[in-house]
């Protein structure tokens, strides 16, 4: 078998009446549409329930999915003890998930469990249910911090789990929408909020499950939306059949969106396996971008493939410009992986004999020594995106206010411990937090005094 259906659900504790004791009736179309998907659920008889919840164990590089046999929960927070919860797990799908992701690479298993009650982001979805349906086992996923595509990822093993245990059963993504829809609710109001739920809803009541990728990070963020990678995870779920998309429910008067969509998976649909034609596409836009990268990037190039495919240093080409050969500069290299920062380091003065040579050593370094990575595989190269900073020579400045964070990069010192950030980084928009980051990369605290200094750079792409 495979899965019967999925749904897109919220999960305000307040829906429970128990909970909300008369604040329930605010949102009763939220209500009506989950009774309805309890219904269904009841109707399809699954032998399992998948819930990914945003309020789940949770780590930056990995997916934690609950363990063990049975797993128990209660509204005690929200002020109703007596709405109480003991499920049992279905540790044979668990552990098939487990054995697919290791098989393929993929950061996600029963390790590191920290709160092995449920929660409420599981417990909501579990109250509606359970009014209609109770013969079935749970599995309890977590969210992650690593890329959408990666969420994509795990819910294609989730269904492959699934069809190689037969199981019958249902995927329930949890999530709230922006929490900033309203400048009454305890959130306030940003403008992405609204744009949120409005791009959420009209991508979800189309199946159009290709353009959960397009929500950016930044944009998710200023938005404060929940369930944007519980739902990303529901659509790998459902990757490559046909869907019958249906919008139950939208609200947002408590200034937090709620949404409900149900899913009914069809024939298979080639044209619906939304990562492969993303990753297809990422590949011929990578492709020709490289193709046209100036010398200083094609060196920067050679010089990761080189290092992470044959563990070798690369020489230093024939026919690179006097710029490159005949000057010497601090240079810092930097490596990105659909969008995220893979590997960065540099020198703020030149230590080689040529800024050729700086690069060489700064790309392998990047890709090798940072410490906050892993050095990168092989298998990583054709998704890579490099930029080299040169940097010009550095200059004492007296006070943050000869800073610009657009055009300088900034250098704080005091003692030994220094801390470089380079200009025109992305969520980096005032000198004040430019200098807080370089502040803590060296380890100084905000109220120590600090020598500055700033720096141009030339940016190659």
Not at 115 to 131: A, K, N, Q
Not at 377 to 389: F, G, H, K
Request: glycine letters at 10%; hydrophobic letters at 40%.
């Amino acid at each position: 078998m495979s899965i019967l259906a999925a749904y897109m659900v919220p999960h305000p504790p307040m829906i429970v009446p128990e909970v909300g004791r008369g604040s329930e009736r605010q949102i009763e179309a939220t209500r009506a549409a989950y009774e309805r998907v309890a219904r269904e659920i009841a109707a399809l008889a699954p032998e399992t329930i998948i819930i990914s919840s945003p309020h789940a164990t949770m780590y930056a590089d990995y997916f934690h999915i609950s363990p063990g046999r049975r797993a128990e929960g209660s509204f005690s927070r929200f002020h109703a003890p007596g709405v109480r919860f003991e499920e049992a797990y279905d540790a044979e799908l668990v552990k098939t998930v487990e054995r697919l992701a290791i098989a393929n690479g993929l950061p996600a298993g029963t390790r590191g469990q920290r709160e092995p009650e449920l929660d409420h982001g599981t417990m909501v979805p579990l109250y509606f249910i359970r009014r209609y349906y109770s013969d079935f086992r749970l599995v309890r996923v977590g969210l992650s911090g690593l890329p959408l595509e990666a969420h994509y990822r795990l819910g294609q093993l989730i269904r492959r789990a699934v069809e190689e245990t037969g199981r019958r059963a249902v995927y329930v993504a949890s999530g709230d929408l922006s929490h900033k829809l309203q400048g009454y609710g305890p959130y306030g109001f940003a403008p992405e909020g609204p744009q949120y739920d409005a791009r959420i809803m009209d991508v979800c009541s189309r199946g159009a499950f290709g353009e959960l990728f397009d929500f950016d990070d930044g944009f998710c963020e200023r938005a404060a939306e929940c369930g944007h990678r519980s739902f990303v995870i529901m659509a790998g779920a459902l990757d490559g059949v046909d869907v019958r998309a249906e919008r139950l429910s939208h609200e947002d008067v408590t200034g937090v969106g709620y949404g409900i969509c149900a899913f009914r998976p069809g024939d298979r649909n080639d044209k619906r396996r939304f990562l492969d034609l993303r990753q297809a596409e990422q590949g011929r836009r990578l492709a020709q971008a490289r193709a046209k990268c100036d010398p200083w990037v094609q060196l920067a190039w050679q010089s990761v493939e080189s290092w992470v495919a044959c563990h070798r240093v690369a020489e230093i080409p024939d026919g690179l410009p006097e710029a490159l050969t005949g000057c010497r500069a601090g240079a810092f290299v930097s490596i990105h992986k659909q969008g995220r920062l893979r590997g960065c380091i540099g020198t703020i003065a030149p230590t080689r004999a040529s800024l050729a040579e700086e690069i060489v050593q700064n790309a392998i370094s990047a890709a090798s020594r940072d410490p906050r990575f892993e050095p990168i595989r092989a298998d990583e190269l054709p998704w890579l995106e490099i930029s080299v900073d040169v940097l010009g020579a550095p200059e004492d400045i007296a006070s943050e206010a000869e800073l610009d964070v657009k055009r300088y990069g900034v250098i704080v010192s005091r003692g030994h411990r220094r801390g470089l950030l380079l200009p025109d980084l992305e969520g980096v928009d005032t000198v004040a937090r430019q200098v807080q980051i370089a502040r803590q990369k060296a380890g100084i605290g905000p109220n120590e005094k600090v020598d500055l200094q700033r720096f141009e750079v030339i940016r190659h792409h």
